[in-house]
């Protein structure tokens, strides 16, 4: 079945600092993948997403390319800030032939991060 | 739009008790899930609905765990009996190919 392994946290960096979560997924046919965050109390925000190879998503300064020869979808940020601190979670939307959604997402365990001033 | 409104925010009960979560997804949006989420497990989904059908309850851990969506604008969970391992944030989330998340509800069943 369909699967997200993010890597393991938590991850602590000072302000400033170069971030990249990486995301490896396992899937049949081509997903639609999407980074969702999670600020402490709160549910999960749609931070970016992707819906075919060698497609870039952004947002906030957060990027994150489509590499579907390597199955990955990992993120960066060039220079991190406290108020990035939350839960990214990296997620897969599987397309069925017709290239509609099934609308179940598959979620990785989640990766908490940690920005001191 | 208000996005996704549930209820209570906040939930605290006693073992036993039975326990009704609400809500309100986005108007226009297809497709409606339920998710638990604890430290131990992380974010699990529970059931989810198209067009207020349920598709997939899989994810639900036992028969004391119901879920219905009697129209398109209103879902509920309910746990009977409620017990302490169901302390968690349950989160309702909306939508078609990206999912909008509500703030969650956090019940501490004592």
């Known amino acids: 079945g369909d699967s997200v392994t993010q890597m393991e946290g938590p991850v602590t960096l000072s302000e400033e600092a170069f971030l990249t979560i990486n995301c490896t997924y396992t899937a049949t046919g081509y997903p639609s993948l999407f980074w969702y965050v999670q600020y402490p109390g709160e549910g999960l925000q749609l931070l970016l997403k992707?819906?075919?190879?060698?497609d870039k998503g952004s947002n906030k300064g957060f990027e994150a390319t489509y590499r579907k020869e390597t199955t990955s979808f990992h993120l960066e940020k060039g220079s991190v800030q406290v108020s990035d601190s939350a839960v990214y979670f990296c997620?897969?939307?599987?397309?069925?032939?017709?290239?509609?959604?099934?609308?179940?997402?598959?979620f990785g365990q989640g990766t908490i991060l940690t920005v001191h001033p | 739009d208000a996005g996704v409104i549930q209820s209570p925010r906040h939930e605290v009960t006693e073992m036993g008790q039975e326990v009704t979560l609400r809500c309100k997804p986005i108007s226009g949006h297809d497709y409606l899930f339920w998710y638990r989420q604890t430290m131990m497990r992380g974010l699990e989904l529970l059931i989810y609905f198209n067009n207020n059908v349920p598709i997939d309850d899989s994810g639900m851990p036992e028969d004391r765990f119901s879920a219905k969506m009697p129209n398109a604008s209103f879902s509920t969970l309910k746990i009977q009996p409620s017990e302490p391992r169901d302390s968690a944030v349950y989160f309702c989330?909306?939508?078609?190919?990206?999912?909008?998340f509500g703030p969650g509800t956090r019940l501490t069943v004592t």
């Open positions: 992707a819906t075919k190879a060698d």
């Open positions: 997620a897969l939307s599987p397309l069925n032939a017709g290239g509609t959604s099934y609308g179940k997402l598959t």
């Open positions: 989330a909306s939508g078609g190919h990206e999912q909008y």
